[in-house]
């Protein structure tokens, strides 16, 4: 049983190296190089451990990194949509699903089933921990794009009432960090980086 677990294991690692392949539409910082979703999940995980005494509610700060670090597996088969895109939602798909359900469940059953609950429990958005990682994904491109003179708001000319819808989620995990994420947005319409509407 041992061996047969750990050889399920194996796979679902070598797998999941394919996230490194997966490239964003957001750059680095102060860099023209797209960050890749691996670099993504390591960046959200660290800040996770960094910010979380801001978080509005107190959390499980080890089940916030799992679900950072896991909730973009599943672009492995669904491929990134980028959060301002005008012609697929960037919300949980049916595609995110059987990729859920296939990468997952390369694993022992108890742990694929635990790794769906956390990935559906961020996806969801309703419980503190799920709040808090979601507050971390909408937070870093905002530091990316500032960094970047707009970077990618510039590049899909997205317009500030959309940065700053996208970017409100941030309050249900944070009030301090949206108030400077908000004081951000605000800055990068004064800079002329992102378009007022």
């Known amino acids: 049983m041992h061996l047969e677990n750990l050889l399920k294991q194996i796979d679902f690692i070598k797998e999941i190296d394919k996230v490194k ?4 539409k957001t750059k680095l910082f102060n860099s023209n190089r797209n960050e890749n979703d691996a670099e993504h999940s390591w960046h959200l995980a660290v800040m996770a ?14 089940k916030v990194i799992k679900m950072v670090l896991i909730h973009d597996i599943v672009e492995i088969d669904a491929g990134d949509t980028f959060i301002y895109d005008t012609q697929k939602n960037h919300s949980n798909t049916d595609e995110e699903r059987l990729a ?10 108890k742990q694929s089933e635990e790794l769906i609950e956390i990935w559906e429990e961020f996806e969801a958005g309703l419980t503190e921990e799920a709040k808090f990682a ?5 937070l870093e491109p905002l530091l990316q794009n500032s960094s970047n003179n707009g970077g990618t708001w510039n590049e899909f000319d997205v317009s500030y009432s959309n940065v700053y819808e996208k970017k409100k989620v941030i309050d249900e995990g944070s009030k301090i960090i949206w108030k400077f994420a908000e004081k951000l947005i605000n800055e990068s319409v004064d800079k002329g980086i992102l378009k007022k509407d």
């Open 100 to 109: 859920a359900n296939r990468i997952f469940g390369l694993l022992p059953k």
């Open 49 to 62: 451990i960094v910010l979380a005494e801001h978080s509005n509610a107190s959390i499980d700060i080890l």
């Open 21 to 24: 392949y997966i490239q964003r």
């Open 134 to 138: 979601k507050a971390m994904d909408r």
